[in-house]
């Protein structure tokens, strides 16, 4: 059974980084897309960015050029680097592949 641990959200003040990451432990398909969501309070959950078993990514708009969404195919890790951090990216973080969810880390950007 596929399992997903985030780690790696804590506070951080606006315009810090933060790399998130995500570890996969159990039977898994390289070419599965991954992908890291978030969910501010009061708001629905939305894709941050995505990355696809050859490598492709995709980003939400509000994050481009500020996030990177990497993978190590051997560890079975997604990390997510987050930089130049805002205050509306605070948020709980979760990687997902398929159907299967993480239970998420809350990232806070505040002065």
């Known amino acids: 059974q596929l399992q997903l641990v985030e780690s790696g959200g804590g506070l951080v003040q606006p315009g810090g980084s933060l790399r998130l990451s995500c570890a996969a432990s159990?039977?898994?398909?390289?070419?599965y897309t991954w992908g890291w969501h978030r969910q501010a309070p009061g708001k629905q959950r939305e894709l941050v960015?995505?990355?696809?078993?050859?490598?492709?990514?995709n980003y939400a708009d509000s994050v481009k050029g500020r996030f990177t969404i990497s993978r190590d195919y051997a560890k079975n890790t997604l990390f997510l680097q987050m930089n130049s951090l805002k205050t509306e990216d605070t948020a709980v973080y979760y990687c997902?592949?398929?159907?299967?969810w993480g239970q998420g880390t809350q990232v806070t950007v505040s002065s």
């Open positions: 997902a592949v398929g159907l299967t």
């Open positions: 159990g039977s898994i398909f390289s070419m």
């Open positions: 960015a995505a990355i696809t078993g050859n490598g492709r990514t």
